[in-house]
């Protein structure tokens, strides 16, 4: 899994998130805009994170409080609710 880069700086965070009010855009694949990385904050349960981008290699990992996702600029994503949850999103740029 990725690192937020030591030059990036946080700038907002989501609402907390269930798996019963994740947003569906979330939900299928997206990417973030150029200068934005993100960090998926689990705070209870797990989530599957993938990265579905054809540039890069694929990858799926399960998110836990212990293993926060990074998400890459511009690199595409998504995430699979697998059971009960709460997590948040943080922005940095």
Not at 9 to 27: G, L, M, R
């Amino acid at each position: 899994m990725k690192t937020l880069p030591a030059t990036v700086t946080h700038y907002k965070s989501t609402a907390v998130f269930t798996e019963d009010t994740v947003p569906a855009a979330i939900q299928r694949g997206h990417t973030t805009a150029g200068d934005v990385w993100a960090r998926i904050r689990i705070l209870e349960g797990c989530l599957l994170y993938r990265i579905t981008d054809p540039r890069v290699q694929p990858e799926e990992v399960l998110l836990t409080p212990e293993l926060p996702g990074v998400v890459e600029p511009r690199i595409e994503h998504e995430v699979q609710v697998i059971g009960p949850v709460r997590f948040q999103l943080d922005f940095h740029r």
